[in-house]
């Protein structure tokens, strides 16, 4: 069997809502966006047959702007769709409120690091035959209201499914639905086990077949994070009546659920961590999730101080991952050194965007994600007095903050402005910083720049969390709650910090003053010494997060699971 048959027999379609693909193309809002594109990085590199799938958003998500009270605005942004896609003449059609809206594909390649390629097709409704309203559909990312959220996902899920046929890829072996977003795309293929089978209505049969086809990712556990519409509005818009009339497939509480049709049907499903993957099996009242940890793209994420150290000390690093263990032959000096570099870059850049001076030799301590209630941005501010009091007994610190608020969530913009009025109390005790338009090049940055990566999310509703991880390439030790990846990730003392404990949370704003109690603690009695008094040990921890850490929390490891777990099983 030669390669390319065997691509073609054995490839794993990837879909999802929204991938990260080059720091110029707005087409991702966040983690599940870098994430996907992550995986995608990784399969270039490893020669894992895999296609992506997604939306083209020529306006992207948003970019933001602050003023000087901390309020959001949104800009639209756009990019030069035609410089880095490359269009596709391949036509297809899905059915949308009763309409006919054609699809095309524009394709992007990428490249991993010994030539391997993975095409990724992103759709689009911008054709002239399509009515006005839906030229727009894949516009924005997340912009929309119910019905253009369950207009773009019939897009992705069932014109998907239609353009990889038409493209000619035949013999998938698995659809992998990551995230909710994507699992219409069963529709796709409950309808060619009907026509397979000449049936005219889909039954049990035609689902357990489709079963077979499917994996499915859930990736938060905050109820509100899963996807569901209701009966009139599903009726308007898809029409499909055997979503109603097989409720046990497709439905939770008389509404179509898009997590309850991922679990239906796939015959593999997990959760992101494996703290993620207790709480997804109560959840969700499953008990065959499995967890597979999350990771990110070592090259993609290492800093270029960084790179060089490894591409001298570490052969290898960019084709397998893993073998960022051997961080621990580095000397000390050059890793100090190397992050020096990184921190540099970072404040240059604070400089230039805020005009605050930060000080190189102060501990920095950085915070970006995207703003949401459970991840608690301003717990460190939860006792100014004791802040400023900790900043003098125990020495300076500064603190960098980004991250944006979803457009339609008032309270996690009002959060932003919480943080910039902390920004003016604390002055000039401790310098604090906020940096707009958090995205790829900000969060590369950051990672990289900062002394110590802050997490302080309310267990346990942080799925996996990645930017900790990226932080860890980098020899930035995290000092964060023990949710997500961190539970598997810490070892005190050695890799990072914990704040609190690990056992679930009962009362929220009890939780906030025993969390802060326990962030402020070692804040003044660990973090703190070790930077001003014990630079070595402090080092060793930096390089510790690499070779135990980086190593394991990598897009490679985490393909290897799924190719092993979900795709070749
Ligand atoms: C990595 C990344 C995220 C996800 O970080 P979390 O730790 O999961 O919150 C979000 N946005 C951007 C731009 C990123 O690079």
Sequence with gaps: MTTASLATDRVIAYFSMEIALDPRMPTYAGGLGVLAGDTIRAAADLR????????????????QQLDHTGLQHEEPTTWPVDRFTHELP??????????????RAWRYTVTGVGGGAVQVYLLDSDLPDNARPDRGLTAALYGGDARCRLAQEIVL???????????????????????????????????????????????DEEVARVRQQCVFTTHTP???????????????????????????????????????????????????????GETSRSLLNSHTIDAVTNGIHAAT????????????????????????RHAMAIPLTDIRQAHGEAKQQLLDVVLRQTGVVMDPSVLTIGFARRVAAYKRATLLFQDLDRLTGIARTAGPFQVIYAGKAHPNDPGAKQLIQHIFQAIDTLKPAIRVVYLANYEWTVAQLLTAGCDVWLNTPLR??????????KAAV??????????????EGHVEGVTGWSIGDSAPVRDDAQQRLTDSASLYDKLQQVVLPLYYQNPTALTQIMRQAIAFNGSHFNTHRMLHDYVLRAYFR
Aim: charged share 15%; with cysteine.
């Design 48 to 63: 894992v047959p895999l296609v992506g799938v997604s939306l083209l958003y020529r306006q992207g998500y948003f970019s």
């Design 90 to 103: 391949a036509r297809v059609a899905v059915t949308i409120e009763g309409r006919r809206v054609a699809l």
């Design 157 to 203: 899920g069932m014109g998907g499914v239609l353009m990889l046929r038409a493209l000619g890829y035949r013999h998938i072996r698995r659809f992998h639905m990551n995230e909710g977003h994507a699992s219409l795309l069963t529709l796709a293929l409950l309808d060619e086990q009907a026509e397979r089978t000449g049936r005219w209505i889909i039954g």
């Design 222 to 276: 905050v109820p509100a994070g899963h996807d569901e519409f209701s009966m009139s509005l599903v009726t308007q818009v898809l029409g499909r009546p055997e979503i109603a009339a097989m409720p046990q497939v497709f439905c939770a509480n008389g509404q179509l659920n898009l997590t309850t049709v991922g679990l239906n049907l796939s015959c593999y499903v997990n959760a992101v961590a494996r703290r993620h």
């Design 301 to 324: 994420w290492t800093c270029p101080a960084f790179q060089t150290l490894y591409d001298q000390f570490i052969p290898g690093w960019r084709q397998d991952n893993s073998a960022l």
């Design 460 to 469: 346990p509703l942080e799925a996996s969390g990645t930017s900790g991880m």
């Design 474 to 487: 980098n020899g930035v030790p995290s000092l964060s709650i023990l949710d997500g990846w961190w539970v």
